[in-house]
Each structure stands twice: as structure tokens, then as C-alpha cells.
């Protein structure tokens, strides 16, 4: 990795460039790397051992990924209850990422679920507050149009966006 060398160049002599590597960073990094071990009590052959290290690192994604968005991390709870609802949601919010993964991918769709998170941010609800003579405030909510590609990933999905989210209209009296 680039963090580990300096890179020097003399502008006095063209063409010289010098490469020097701080070793002892390099191997304190080094011993930080790790090994996944599989233990399994079948018999696997290559793909078999691939395609389960595969599925552990898309089930680590998955949780990292959904976890950073429902901002469930660091996970200081002190009651049992709140753990077994966080492993919950945890375990709720893969078998979500896997679905749409699998969803997506019979599809055709070959991006990554950050992009695809991506993308699909900038799609939202708006609501619209009017304040009306009599006091009442008229709040209408409608989702907004997607563009060309969230459509194509909402089609991909099978989501019919216009049902999904019709307008609603709702009064407050203040």
C-alpha cells in the first residue's frame, strides 16, 4: 500500500525517483492482517469453500452496511431485551439486503448495494405544509419522481413507486 513509501524526486536531475519503504510500518500492518478459518463438518470442494467465504463477507457488508444506516453502532446496550432487539433488527435488515440482492441480480443489476443506496437517496417524500385562513394547516405528501435510473432499480424490484406512495392530503388544527 502507498502509505508505507516516500516517493522523492530530484527536480535538478530529470528522470530520477526514489523509492523508499518505512518496513517497520509495513510489518506492524502485517500483523494485523487475519485469516477467515471455515470449520464445517461437510466435505467442500474449492468452490464450495468460496462460495461459503463469499456468503461471510456479504453477510458482514450486509450488517455493517445496514447497521451504519439504522446508526445501530457502537452497541452499548446494558439490557438483554435491547440486545435481542438489536440482534433483531440486525438479522431483519440482512435477510432485507439479501433479498434485494438476490432480487436485483435475477434482474440483471450488477451494482453494489452502496451505490445502489447511492442512488436511491435522492428519492424521497415531500410533504407540503399550507397554512389556511381557519387555523388549520393542510399537509400534502407525495413522493417525488424519480429519475431514469432509480425507476430502472424500482422496476427491477418489482415496486410500483406511484401505488407505493400515493399523495395524502391531512389537516392540523393548530
Not at 23 to 38: M, R, T, W
Request: glycine share 6%.
Amino acid at each position: 500500500m502507498i502509505r508505507f513509501y516516500t516517493l522523492r524526486h530530484d527536480a535538478g536531475q530529470p528522470g530520477s525517483l526514489d523509492v523508499s519503504r518505512d518496513d517497520k510500518k509495513h510489518a506492524q500492518a502485517s500483523e494485523l492482517c487475519g485469516n477467515y478459518i471455515l470449520r464445517t463438518d461437510q466435505t467442500l470442494g474449492a468452490a464450495g469453500i468460496w462460495s461459503l467465504y463469499m456468503t461471510l463477507l456479504q453477510a458482514e457488508e450486509g450488517f455493517a452496511c445496514h447497521k451504519g444506516s439504522l446508526g445501530l453502532r457502537p452497541n452499548f446496550h446494558q439490557l438483554e431485551a435491547r440486545v435481542e432487539a438489536h440482534v433483531f433488527i440486525s438479522v431483519l435488515a440482512y435477510h432485507l439486503l439479501t433479498w434485494v440482492r438476490e432480487k436485483l441480480s435475477e434482474s440483471g443489476e450488477v451494482r453494489d448495494w452502496k451505490t445502489l443506496r447511492r442512488l436511491l437517496s435522492t428519492h424521497s417524500l415531500a410533504t407540503t405544509r399550507l397554512p389556511l385562513e381557519d387555523g388549520r394547516v393542510l399537509h400534502i405528501r407525495k413522493a417525488t419522481v424519480p429519475d431514469a435510473e432509480q425507476a430502472q432499480v424500482y422496476q427491477r424490484l418489482g415496486i410500483d413507486w406511484k401505488n407505493e406512495y400515493p399523495m395524502r392530503k391531512s389537516f392540523v388544527s393548530i
